[in-house]
T-cell receptor, first 113, second 117 residues
Framework: DTGVSQNPRHKITKRGQNVTFRCDPI?????LYWYRQTLGQGPEFLTY????????KSRLLSDRFSAERPKGSFSTLEIQRTEQGDSAMYLC???????????FGPGTRLTVT | QKEVEQNSGPLSVPEGAIASLNCTYS??????FFWYRQYSGKSPELIMF????GDKEDGRFTAQLNKASQYVSLLIRDSQPSDSATYLC?????????????????FGKGTHLIIQP
């Protein structure tokens, strides 16, 4: 396993701009999850995919957030019209069917100025 | 509403001693339980998972689950300075429908563990 990868690792953007993050899961994993983590808090679930189907979205995922996984492989998370409150670490995790252990990527740290 | 509670610490343990980390959860339907270790500025790293009542051991780590009390714990034996980190407890509720499925993990805020040399 090469592990979950995420790009970019860091992103600084101005308020109001759009940003997009990419996640590549472990190759044999069909489930992919997005989380957000702020300082001093545990990760908070945003959304998840089973193959290309988006099966669940947290109420934390406002209309400015959209996620896709078009071919059931990599996924993208887009934030439109960023706000300072969007500053956080965005984490991607993947798992395969069965015991449901989720393995996290290194994260993308977003700073909105 | 699922909640996971952990003592935020810091929990200070001498090197070589046993560190005991605790977690309670509110959703009685929760069926999968995970412990992650997170170093400052890094992403969570899975160290243990447990699904059945009782103990599960892996090297220096033991996870304990008591579903009746809605309680899960992590023991770290022979604690090392490199074990100093934040330990996150996470739960999810697995439900079975066509094709199976699982929602996202609900995390506690984590316990900051310090191993004193």
């Amino acid at each position: 396993d090469t592990g979950v990868s995420q790009n970019p690792r860091h992103k600084i953007t101005k308020r109001g701009q759009n940003v997009t993050f990419r996640c590549d899961p472990i190759s044999e994993h069909n489930r992919l999850y997005w989380y957000r983590q702020t300082l001093g808090q545990g990760p908070e679930f945003l959304t998840y995919f089973q193959n290309e189907a988006q099966l669940e979205k947290s109420r934390l995922l406002s209309d400015r957030f959209s996620a896709e996984r078009p071919k059931g492989s990599f996924s993208t998370l887009e934030i439109q019209r960023t706000e300072q409150g969007d500053s956080a670490m965005y984490l991607c995790a993947s798992s395969r069917d069965g015991p449901y252990e989720q393995y996290f990527g290194p994260g993308t740290r977003l700073t909105v100025t | 509403q699922k909640e996971v509670e952990q003592n935020s610490g810091p929990l200070s343990v001498p090197e070589g001693a046993i560190a005991s980390l605790n977690c309670t959860y509110s959703d009685r339907g929760s069926q999968s339980f995970f412990w992650y270790r997170q170093y400052s500025g890094k992403s969570p790293e899975l160290i243990m998972f447990i699904y059945s009542n009782g103990d599960k051991e892996d090297g220096r780590f033991t996870a304990q689950l008591n579903k009746a009390s809605q309680y899960v714990s992590l023991l770290i034996r022979d604690s090392q300075p490199s074990d100093s980190a934040t330990y996150l407890c996470a739960v999810n509720m697995v439900w079975w429908h066509s094709g199976g499925g699982a929602d996202g993990l609900t995390f506690g805020k984590g316990t900051h563990l310090i191993i004193q040399p």
